[in-house]
């Protein structure tokens, strides 16, 4: 019997040096790509999504380092701040932290995330901004802009953005325009529409700004209209078909997210829907899938393009320059339709969205050999090809493995809307279709027929590697063919 739990304790210790060989394997290929800096402001406390948000950026907090956590004000929530909340769930994760940190390494101590948690004025938009009007947030952003670090500092607006405005206005007044120039450079913003009059403001006063939205108000209907709502706004502000919705069902998140430990307890039920904040930074995570320097590339936050948009009824004012906004893509739903619009670009990723936060909810309270892991997507040749019209090109990811030695499921597919190849749609309705689509080496054939002048472009194909643990987590690569003639 001693001889049998002697074995059995290695087998598990094997394992376990295996899952981390694996994990370190992704951990290295992902720091090739920086982790992104992050500032979050939000509204928390105005309804319960921000505070469900937070878990989940919290369970992903290896995935970036984090410079800010500040409670502001909104359109919804006009004279109050509520740091005490993101207090409460900050310290619901450190008691989770060190198991989190077993699974995948790099997760911030809860000392250090204390430490940034801070405030903003009680106050609405633009009255928060000017003369006397620093806040201990304005100022720590400030902080963090400055600091000695060539990477964007990422702002992710779950509320009102007038804590950003007022670190703005105030390095406006105090410094040079090029040292105005650099510290706008560095940041970039992902805001969730216009919950206050300074996005409008922002976006006018610093027209060299990073900015991605759907902008407008809810009074105006602007949440309907918003690409973020397609995170799980099908039956509320999107009202949308083709996405499963059973996977962002209250009861869907009682047995995967809420049951699971001391943070799982944090996360509310929701009211109007769940988690339209989230979109803010799920393409900051490092999946293989997104590329924050691109928005037009789409990933599990969204997919956005750069232009000046039309003025709209829910409009504060008219924009004055190109942002980073809405974009559509087609895709087939779960109710076997074609839907195509701004929602699809973030729901055609639920499913797997979804059950990579269960896995990491997980993480949180069980240990390593009874978890599952996402599998490592490797491709067998470099991400960015060549071809000509009617060459054949090979994809092959033979060498993709999964850390806890389940078996994978792969699947290549065209993304059109994110490439600028002029291709029109053939009667298949596929316009470039890969052969042994779901086998780890496949090939597709540049078409030289039904293709727009000059028959250039880029090409988008997708690797999804799903493996068979459970739940099933997805990784992805993405190559990108350059159409030459």
């Not at 000392?111 to 009007?133: C, F, W």
């Amino acid at each position: 019997m001693k001889i049998r739990l002697s074995q059995l304790s290695v087998a598990i210790f094997l394992r376990k040096l295996a899952i981390l060989s694996i994990v370190c394997l992704a951990v290295t290929s992902a720091s090739a790509i920086e982790k992104p800096r992050v500032f979050v402001l939000t509204d928390i406390e105005n309804e319960p999504d921000d505070a469900m948000s937070m878990v989940r950026f919290l369970v992903y907090a290896n995935q970036y380092d984090v410079e800010g956590l500040a409670a502001t004000t909104s359109i919804h929530q006009r004279n109050k701040v509520a740091p005490e909340r993101i207090r409460e769930i900050v310290e619901a994760y450190g008691k989770v932290r060190d198991n989190l940190e077993k699974h995948e390494p790099g997760f911030p101590s809860l000392e250090n995330l204390r430490s940034l948690i801070t405030e903003g004025l009680p106050a609405y938009g633009l009255l928060a901004v000017g003369e006397g009007k620093d806040s201990p947030a304005s100022e720590l952003l400030i902080k963090a802009v400055d600091k000695n670090d060539v990477r964007p500092l990422w702002v992710p607006v779950w509320g009102g953005p007038n804590v950003l405005a007022q670190a703005l206005w105030k390095v406006r007044k105090s410094r040079s325009p090029e040292a105005l120039q650099k510290f706008v450079a560095t940041l970039r913003v992902y805001a969730i529409s216009d919950q206050d009059d300074t996005g409008p403001w922002l976006r006018k006063e610093f027209p060299q700004l990073f900015y991605i939205v759907s902008p407008g108000f809810s009074a105006g209907g602007a949440y309907h209209a918003a690409t973020w709502s397609g995170i799980s706004g099908d039956n509320f502000h999107g009202r949308f078909a083709g996405a499963d919705f059973s996977a962002v069902t209250n009861e869907w998140l009682d047995k995967n997210i809420r049951k699971k430990g001391a943070l799982g307890a944090q996360y509310p039920r929701w009211e109007y829907l769940m988690e339209g904040d989230t979109p803010s930074f799920l393409n900051l995570i490092s999946n293989g899938l997104s590329d924050p320097d691109h928005p037009e590339w789409g990933g599990w936050g969204g997919r956005y393009e750069l232009y000046t948009p039309r003025m709209q009824k829910w409009y504060l004012s008219p924009e004055t320059r190109p942002i980073w906004t809405d974009a559509i893509d087609e895709i087939f739903g779960a109710d076997s339709r074609w839907h195509s619009g701004n929602h699809e670009t973030i729901w055609r990723w639920r499913e797997a969205y979804q059950l990579d936060f269960a896995a990491r909810m997980d993480w949180t309270i069980l240990p390593v050999e009874k978890a599952n892991h996402p599998p490592v997507a490797k491709l067998d040749h470099a991400s960015q090809l060549t071809a000509k019209p009617g060459e054949r090109v090979s994809l092959s990811a033979k060498n993709s493995v999964d850390p806890d030695g389940n078996a994978l499921s792969f699947k290549w597919f065209y993304y059109y809307e994110a490439g600028t190849f002029p291709v029109s749609s053939a009667t298949s309705g596929q316009p470039i279709e890969i052969r042994n689509f779901d086998q780890p080496e496949a090939w597709f054939e540049v078409p030289a027929n039904r293709v727009m002048a000059p028959g250039t472009g880029k090409i988008h194909i997708i690797l999804a590697v799903t493996d068979h643990g459970s739940p099933r987590l997805t990784r992805y690569q993405r190559v990108i063919v350059t159409v030459e003639k």
